[in-house]
């Protein structure tokens, strides 16, 4: 019976059977689509999976009182209170990323890195890393230790023996090789190419490692599997309250699952993690859902429709005696085979089409994960749903013809009574339709919702001027402090540069060291976490950042040096306070309070996603820590080659010996939003696919609908009928299920545009605008396919057409 119902279907393709093809079209791109998904949703869940027992792994977390913020970066001085103090803890390991332009030589020349990290011995033990030389025991124990990936051992040494080889570290701080390991894969929260022995700061900066207000490193914990984390973070919170007493009843801390880092860190600040979204990946798998339902539901439409064709054949095998559950079960067998072959030619789609989804994802998806037991599963599933479900109604109704009434004929086997009468069946074929254009409607307004989030974010001011900025990295050495003077004030006496300043950190680059500020209030002593930010007193100016209270600071005012503070808008909130200016502030690291003298715009440092911290900007006199990092120079627009030749020479002069490290603002900027991009064009090429998926179930329909009308059109046309009135007949029926598709499509897009929203600490209101647009568009999409069929219908000879059906 397979062989017959298979050359029975080959032979319809090979005739051009129209509704064959669109069916087995409709079937691929749809199981296609949602295999695709499948291939990016399964790489997200993958994340941190590579390690040992990941269920175990924990980071912790630290949050206010009030819930204002939760971080996860915290001071490396709490190491030695915690350790063997917690009840339940395997292994715990400070970890820092400097996510900073770095120097580093071996035996080539000098090097830029950007994924140095130090970490704890008991790092290794908590993560699983695989080595190809060194042992995990040993190889972060010593000062100056660090280990190197694969690629970072063949960048500095080539195809040489790395072990025991030295890198300079900015050309003044040692590190020998104890270990290489295989490259970190891409499924992981966090990435490094050196990992250095945190034992190193001491040498480095020794207060990364002692001060309470250095806040940089990130806590990693392997509990055991019957540990009870709720005691375990109660004791964490309770040590930290016993050794800073003014943390008490404002700190607490609490752990977040390694599993959840990558989906479910959308709450959390200055987090440094490579994060995804739990809200793109449930709104990918609804899109997938989706596009699969409207394959399913051009599959039982057109079944249903063509069945009317196969009447006669129905009428034949039951007067020879099939039952009705051998002709089920043939009618099953049909869409198995048929899907089964549209299976297959979605494996070609997807071979032809994931390069363009790695692109605009930038993931690296491949075809060999095909081999994956998971993927062989779920292709089986949507096989047997695909046979059950689409293939399941039209089965049942096929089968139920009368093999009296069946034999009569096509039209007349078309008025059969069905389940229910031929009016039940027309209405589940109305509903269908119905679905298709409120899938591909809905999918349409949150394409174009996040589109206009996008442009909303590229509009946004993010407290700062971005346009004609460069940002140059000043390498650590002795000369850092002095280096970045000469070269400010000889760029000053270029006429293309406007302003120049000096800082340790700036945008767009988050912050890395953070401090717990105190104050006086009416109410008792208060604390507030934010980052601290040195700089030079023409930082504000540089960046044209407005002071929206107090002043600025001065560069003739000698106490600005060592004495004054300037806070953002948003430290000023959480500080509850009604004017900020003349408080004295505690939390810098030389122990010293400093007076708030003025109130600056929020500088956004991070994406829009995240809402901008509290921040506490000064200048520091003691050069400690090194707070000239980065040279900052705006010029004339239009002018930044000029600009880059002048700096070349400059650095030439005073810096030979290292290369000349820097990036335009704007485009650094730009890298926030490159996940975001990628969302939105993921969501519009799938949008794309459904309602390609919905026209192509649009034409077979109306083309069955004017076919088995042709006889009734040619008398209407006899009978005086136009060409226009035949065009607003069969629209008619099309445009009411529209209408009433947008009442169903709306109320979903609004539920998943507000929850991918919610993913913006900055974001637009919902506009009526982005819902009507769509249902206009789909609207006239359709009302064209149907008029286009209807119109070559009624343009042929009446007389030809009722005799063709008579």
């Not at 390690?51 to 970066?73: G, V």
């Not at 290489?180 to 900066?205: A, K």
């Not at 005073?654 to 704007?666: H, I, K, N, S």
């Amino acid at each position: 019976m397979t062989k017959s119902i298979l050359l029975v279907f080959l032979r319809k393709l090979k005739q051009g059977d129209f509704y064959s093809i669109i069916n087995l079209l409709g079937l691929s791109i749809g199981i296609a689509a949602c295999l695709m998904i499948f291939l990016y949703i399964s790489d997200e869940l993958k994340y941190d999976r590579h390690h040992h027992d990941p269920e175990s792994i924990y980071r912790l977390l630290q949050y206010n009182s009030n819930q204002e913020s939760k971080i996860t970066i915290l001071p490396g001085a709490m190491h030695d209170y915690l350790e063997d103090r917690v009840t339940g803890v395997e292994s715990m390991g400070r970890f820092q990323l400097l996510a900073m332009e770095l120097v580093f030589q071996g035996d080539r020349e000098p090097l830029t890195e950007t994924s140095f990290a130090i970490a704890d011995p008991a790092f290794l033990e908590i993560f699983s890393f695989v080595f190809i030389r060194g042992e995990p025991s040993t190889a972060l124990s010593s000062p100056n230790s660090i280990i190197l990936t694969r690629s970072a051992a063949e960048k500095y040494f080539g195809s040489e023996d790395s072990m025991g080889k030295t890198l300079l570290f900015e050309n003044s701080y040692p590190f020998i090789v104890s270990g290489i390991i295989e490259d970190l894969p891409e499924q992981s929260h966090f990435h490094f190419s050196m990992l250095g022995s945190v034992q190193s700061m001491t040498t480095i900066n020794p207060t990364n490692l002692t001060d309470w207000n250095n806040i940089a490193f990130f806590y990693y914990f392997r509990l055991h599997p019957e540990s009870d984390t709720s005691l375990a973070e109660e004791q964490i919170t309770q040590i930290v309250w016993n050794v800073r007493e003014r943390y008490k009843d404002i700190i607490f801390y609490q752990f977040q699952p390694l599993l959840d880092v990558r989906l479910r860190s959308a709450d959390i600040d200055w987090d440094a993690a490579n994060t995804g979204s739990i809200t793109v990946v449930h709104i990918f798998s609804f899109i997938a859902l989706l596009i699969l339902a409207l394959a399913c539901f051009n599959f039982i439409n057109l079944s249903v429709a063509m069945s009317m064709k196969r009447a006669r054949e129905i009428g034949i095998k039951k007067t020879m005696g099939a039952s009705r559950v051998r002709l089920i079960t043939q009618f099953l067998s049909e869409t198995f085979i048929i899907g089964f072959i549209a299976l297959l030619i979605s494996f070609l789609l997807i071979e032809t089409t994931l390069p363009f989804l790695n692109i605009i994802s930038g993931k690296s998806l491949s075809i060999g994960i095909f081999a994956s037991p998971q993927i062989w599963i779920f292709s089986i599933s949507i096989l047997l749903i695909i046979t059950l479900i689409a293939g399941g109604y039209p089965a049942l109704v096929i089968s139920g013809f009368k093999p009296i009434t069946a034999l009569r004929g096509v039209e007349q086997a078309g008025g059969l009574k069905v389940g229910g009468g031929h009016g039940i069946q027309f209405r589940l074929r109305q509903i269908l339709l119905l679905l298709q254009f409120a899938v591909s409607t809905s999918l349409i307004v949150v394409s174009l919702m996040i589109y206009l989030q996008m442009n909303y974010i590229s509009g946004r001011h993010p407290g700062y001027e971005k346009e004609n900025l460069i940002a140059i990295k000043n390498p650590l050495d002795e000369r850092m402090d002095t280096r970045a003077v000469w070269i400010k004030d000889q760029l000053k006496q270029n006429a293309n540069v406007l302003e120049v300043s000096l800082s340790h950190n700036l945008p767009p680059v988050p912050p890395h060291i953070f401090s717990n500020f105190s104050f006086e209030r009416t109410d008792g002593r208060q604390q507030i976490n934010g980052a601290l930010i040195s700089c030079d007193a023409d930082f504000f100016t540089t960046l044209r950042s407005e002071i929206v209270s107090g002043r600025n600071f001065s560069p003739e005012m000698i106490t600005d040096q060592s004495e004054t503070a300037i806070i953002n808008q948003t430290m000023w909130e959480r500080m509850g306070v009604d004017d900020p200016i003349g408080i004295n502030l505690g939390g810098f690291f030389d122990g010293q309070q400093r007076r708030i003298i003025g109130v600056v715009e929020n500088i956004s440092y991070t994406s829009a996603h995240e809402p901008v911290g509290p921040m506490v900007f000064y200048i520091d006199d003691k050069r400690y820590p090194h707070n000239f990092f980065n040279i900052l120079v705006r010029y004339q627009e239009g002018a930044s080659a000029s600009v880059l030749h002048t700096l070349e020479n400059l650095w030439l002069q005073e810096a030979p010996e290292w290369p000349l490290q820097y990036q335009f603002v704007e485009l650094k900027a730009r890298e926030y939003y490159q996940d975001d991009r990628r969302t939105m064009l993921i969501i519009m090429s799938f949008s794309g696919l459904a309602i390609l998926l919905s026209i192509l179930g649009l034409m077979g329909l109306a083309l069955y609908s004017v076919t088995t009308r042709t006889r009734e059109i040619g008398i209407r046309k006899v009978l005086g009928a136009t060409i226009g009135n035949i065009t607003r007949m069969m629209n008619r029926e099309f445009a009411i299920l529209l209408i009433i598709s947008n009442l169903i499509a709306w109320p979903a897009a609004w539920y998943f545009t507000q929850r991918w929203l919610e993913n913006f600490a900055y974001r637009i209101q919902i506009q009526w605008l982005a819902f009507i647009t769509p249902a206009i568009l789909v609207f006239l999409i359709a009302i064209l396919v149907v008029s286009v069929i209807t119109i070559r219908a009624a343009l042929k000879n009446p007389v030809y057409t009722i005799k063709a059906t008579e």
